[in-house]
C-alpha cells in the first residue's frame, strides 16, 4: 500500500503503527506544529542558502547576519502558511468554504500573499457573519477568535513569537561559531527516491526516499575510492553524549548510507550529527567543569582568582566579572555525535533488518487484513491514533462477524482439534 519508505516512516511505524496508517497510506497528515519545530526549520534553511551558495559561487562566502536574516524571513513563510491552514481549517469547520494549496513549496512569496489575501477577506467575512455589531464588546469578541485560531494548530506552550526568532538567531550563531571541521561540501538538502540494495547485492522491493541535508567529499581513500561524510543538523536543548548508543541516530545513520552510496557512487564514510544549540551557550569553570557555579561559588572563585566583588553585586554582576577576567569559559553552542560506518557495520545490519522486517509486516497487514493497532501510551500521536481507531475499527458495522451471545461463538463440528499434530503447529 505505499510507493516507498523513508525513515520518517519507519520510525512512525515502529512507535505507532496506527499513525503510520493515517499518515502514509491514508494521508491524514497534521497541520500541527511548535515552535521549537520551527525553530529547526529557520536553521536547516540559513545553513542549506549557505552552503548551496558556497557550492554554485566557488566558495563565496556569506555574512552570518545575512544568513540570520534569510533564516528568519524563512520562519516568516512558514507563519503565513500556518496562517493561511488556520483559517482554511478553522472556517472550514464552521461551515464556510477557504482554498489553500496543500503543497506550498513551489509558491512564490508574491503567490503565498495572494492565498493569504484571499484566507483573511474569508476569516474577516466569517467574522463578520459571526459577530453582527461592531461594538466594542464584539470587537474584543473577534480579538479572541482571532487569537483562538492562530492557535489551534502551533503549540506555543511557555514561548512566544520573540523566542521562536532568538532561537533561530542563536543557532546560527552557535554553528559559524563553532567553526566545525569538514571536507568540500557537494549537496545540499538533496532528496532522493532510490532503490536499496543489501550488503549482498540483493535489492529491496520498496524503494526508500530521503533527504540528506548535506554531503561532504572527503577525497580518496586508501582503495581509491572517493569518500564522503554524510551531515545532518539537529536543533536542540542539550547535547547526546557520543557514549551513547541512540538507536534513531543509527537507523537514520544507516538510511543515509545506503541513499548516498546508491545516489553518489560515493561509499560514505560516517554520518555526523550537528547538534545545534537554541539557545546562547552558558559559561563554565574549567578547573571544575561540573561546578554549578551558584553565588557562593562565583564568590570563592573570585576570591581565588583576586576579583575585586561588591557586596551589592548581584549573580550575574559576579558572573560577569569573571567572564571578563577569562575565568569562566563560555560552553559550545555545537556539539558532533558521529558514526563511523568502517567501525560499525552492526549499523548498517541493524538498519537493513528493520527495513526488510517492516516491509514484510506491511504486506501481511495488507494480506491478512491485520489491525494497524494504536500506541495508546504514545505522547504525541496515541490519541489520535486511538480515536480513529474507535471510528474506524472498533465501531460494529454490517460486515462485522456476528456472534449469537456474548459467551457463546459457534463452532464447525467437522474442524479438527488443535491438539492433532498436524494442526497444531499451524494453529
Known amino acids: 500500500p505505499v510507493k516507498h519508505l523513508s525513515y520518517s516512516a519507519i520510525a512512525q511505524y515502529l512507535k505507532n503503527p496506527r499513525s503510520f496508517k493515517m499518515k502514509y497510506i491514508e494521508y491524514q497528515f ?3 506544529t511548535n515552535p521549537s519545530f520551527l525553530i529547526g526549520q529557520g536553521i536547516h534553511k540559513g545553513l542549506e542558502i549557505y552552503f548551496q551558495h558556497l557550492i554554485d559561487t566557488k566558495w563565496e562566502y556569506l555574512e552570518v547576519d545575512h544568513i540570520k536574516s534569510l533564516s528568519c524571513k524563512y520562519v516568516d513563510r512558514l507563519l503565513m502558511i500556518q496562517w493561511a491552514k488556520w483559517i482554511s481549517k478553522y472556517i472550514k469547520k464552521n461551515g464556510w468554504s ?4 496543500n503543497f506550498t513549496n513551489e509558491l512564490s512569496d508574491e503567490e503565498l500573499h495572494e492565498h493569504l489575501l484571499v484566507c483573511n477577506k474569508a476569516l474577516e467575512e466569517y467574522l463578520m457573519d459571526l459577530i453582527e455589531w461592531e461594538d466594542e464588546e464584539s470587537l474584543k469578541a473577534r480579538s479572541e477568535t482571532e487569537i483562538a485560531i492562530r492557535n489551534s494548530l502551533i503549540k506555543w506552550g511557555k514561548s512566544t513569537l520573540d523566542d521562536l526568532y532568538d532561537g533561530v538567531n542563536n543557532g546560527i550563531e552557535n554553528f559559524f561559531a563553532a567553526n566545525i571541521a569538514r571536507g568540500k561540501p557537494i549537496y545540499t538538502e538533496r532528496s532522493q527516491t532510490v532503490i536499496i540494495s543489501d550488503q549482498s547485492g540483493d535489492m529491496l522491493p520498496i524503494p526508500f526516499k530521503a533527504i540528506t541535508d548535506r554531503i561532504d567529499e572527503l577525497g580518496i581513500d586508501e582503495n581509491g575510492n572517493v569518500s564522503v561524510d554524510i551531515i545532518d543538523y539537529k536543533s536542540c536543548d542539550k547535547f547526546t553524549s557520543q557514549d551513547d548508543e541512540k538507536m534513531s541516530f543509527e537507523l537514520q545513520g544507516a ?12 561509499k560514505p564514510r560516517s554520518m555526523k550529527y550537528i547538534e545545534i544549540l537554541k539557545d546562547k551557550p552558558g559559561y563554565f569553570y574549567p578547573t571544575d567543569p561540573e561546578r554549578k557555579l551558584l553565588k557562593d561559588d562565583l564568590i570563592e572563585i573570585a576570591q581565588w582568582a583576586s576579583i575585586e566583588i561588591d557586596k551589592k553585586d548581584k549573580v550575574d554582576d559576579i558572573k560577569w566579572k569573571l567572564i571578563e577576567a577569562w575565568i569562566l569559559v563560555q560552553k559550545p553552542g555545537v556539539s558532533v555525535y558521529e558514526i563511523n560506518f568502517d567501525e560499525r557495520k552492526d549499523v548498517l545490519d541493524f538498519f537493513l533488518e528493520i ?16 489491525i494497524y493497532l494504536p500506541n495508546i501510551f ?16 472498533a ?15 459457534k463452532i464447525d463440528s467437522n474442524i479438527k482439534s488443535d491438539s492433532d499434530d498436524e494442526y497444531a503447529d499451524t494453529f
Open 395 to 409: 465501531t460494529p458495522r454490517e460486515k462485522d462477524v456476528q456472534i449469537d451471545s456474548p459467551s457463546t461463538i
Open 98 to 101: 477557504c482554498e489553500f494549496p
Open 378 to 393: 504514545d505522547m504525541f500521536d496515541g490519541l489520535k491514533s486511538a480515536l480513529d481507531f474507535k471510528e474506524m475499527d
Open 30 to 32: 497534521d497541520d500541527d
Open 255 to 266: 538510511a543515509n548510507y545506503f541513499t548516498v552510496l546508491s545516489l553518489t557512487g560515493m
Open 355 to 370: 527495513y526488510k522486517q517492516v516491509i514484510s509486516s506491511i504486506a501481511l497487514a495488507e494480506i491478512w487484513g491485520s
